[in-house]
């Protein structure tokens, strides 16, 4: 579970469990952008973006 949808999104750009876990225990969006920068980018990212974005707006 992430903390905000903001953690959610930046946690799907990346494969790295590891960088996930560290998404989820960030304090606030601005935290997360900054950790995200860090992690290696899926290759399918740009496939995948939107169709992320609206299923975390839902959830949210």
């Given at each position: 579970?992430?903390?905000t949808p903001a953690?959610?999104?930046l946690a799907a750009?990346?494969?790295d469990q590891e960088m996930?876990?560290?998404l989820a225990g960030t304090l606030g969006a601005a935290a997360a952008?900054?950790?995200a920068g860090l992690a290696t980018v899926r290759d399918d990212w740009r496939?995948?973006?939107d169709e992320v974005a609206w299923a975390v707006v839902r959830a949210a």
């Open positions: 579970m992430y903390p953690e959610a999104f750009r990346t494969l996930r876990a560290a952008v900054c950790l496939a995948l973006r």
